[in-house]
């Protein structure tokens, strides 16, 4: 392992921001940790930890340590006749460890796939798509406290989970670095395909396998969202906020054919649908722009962080013009 100095970031950062860290390194095993947390206290420096850069904004300059875990085993570490339970380590590219459990026949996880990243990074922001969330599969954590160095294990119901929330994003935020994730997944198939457009598929053309479900998604998203190879981006930019119900009635009467979807908590509206009705797909914000068929997704061409923050804010302010609605942004500020 080497703790290289004023390290470019650009190909860590799925939004091609230009990007330097004031050192970086990237680990993958415990004696590595140990070394940066070592390096970073001798020098006075913070440790942050990213993941596989697809949810994050860059700063300009990044001081401190910038540590990726990068191991990916995958262990099966409990077994019956219905379930497995399999810890697989946080540098694990997310979408390959989907495809993974489909040929283990292991299910769960199929609506998740083609969500770009990191395992490490999936309970952080308790990734979700089509009616499912990853937290509903997630059976514990494991990680090291960065100021301390020792390890830890959070059970699921210890990680605050919440629609797109964890505690690894609030009361553990920098805090803590993720090394592996323990999944308690199915060997029975139960396909979920309550969400559009799954549910129209199916009926289309009959319930499909996992590995066909799996599939549908994976068509579906690379025809909504862009390659960030091709165009850079970070996904759906936005959540989808959440209102109570007095708020939804309120706002139907004003808008008639609002898509809307019940929760127990109020009615999720979909972010994407505010931002089209505004006329916006397409529209740019100097070197940022709203994708011409994704108004979920801001495309980076030079930009630095600030120039998409600045975007997303002008967004954020028209729709609470026109809606009264506060819009939250996915990536996190990395700096």
């Known amino acids: 392992m080497n703790i290289l100095p004023q390290y470019s970031l650009l190909e860590f950062n799925t939004l091609a921001v230009t990007a330097v860290a004031e050192y970086f390194a990237q680990v993958s095993s415990d ?12 020098n006075k420096l913070a440790v942050k930890v990213l993941g596989g850069g697809s949810n994050v904004v860059m700063s300009k300059f990044i001081p401190g340590l910038v540590v990726q875990f990068c191991a990916q085993d995958c262990n099966v570490i409990k077994e019956t ?48 798509a089509y009616g499912v969330e990853v937290k509903d599969c997630i059976q514990a954590v494991n990680g090291v406290y960065l100021e301390s160095g020792q390890d830890f294990t959070l059970l699921a119901h210890e990680c605050d989970f919440a ?32 969400y559009a457009p799954l549910n129209q598929m199916s009926a289309e053309k009959g319930l499909p396998t996992p590995g066909e479900l799996a599939q549908w998604v994976v068509d579906v998203r690379q025809a909504k969202l862009p390659d960030p190879k091709v165009l850079p981006n970070a996904g759906s930019f936005f959540k989808n906020p959440v209102v109570s119900i007095v708020e939804f009635n309120k706002l139907i009467e004003r808008f008639p054919s609002m898509p809307n979807y019940p929760q127990k908590n109020g009615v999720k509206l979909p972010a994407g649908w505010l931002i089209d009705q505004l006329g916006y797909k397409g529209k740019a914000f100097g070197p940022v722009s709203v994708h011409k068929l994704q108004a979920l997704v801001l495309i980076n ?8 923050i600045s975007a997303a804010n002008q967004i954020c302010k028209a729709v609470q013009e026109r809606y009264g609605l506060v819009l939250e942004q996915e990536p996190r500020i990395f700096n």
Do not use: M
């Open 163 to 194: 629609y797109r929330e964890s505690c690894f994003k609030q009361a553990l935020d920098g805090k803590v670095l993720i090394t592996s994730v323990e999944f308690l997944l199915s060997k029975t198939p139960d396909v979920q395909v309550s």
């Open 81 to 128: 006749e219905q379930s497995v339970v399999v810890r697989v380590e946080a540098g694990f590219n997310w979408h390959d460890f989907v495809l993974y459990c489909l040929s283990q026949n292991w299910y769960g996880i199929e609506n998740l796939a083609y969500i770009p990243g990191h395992v490490g990074a999936a309970p952080v922001q308790n990734i979700g």
């Open 31 to 42: 004696q590595d940790i140990v070394e940066c947390l070592e390096f970073s206290k001798k």
């Open 301 to 308: 061409q030079g930009g630095a962080g600030k120039d998409v």
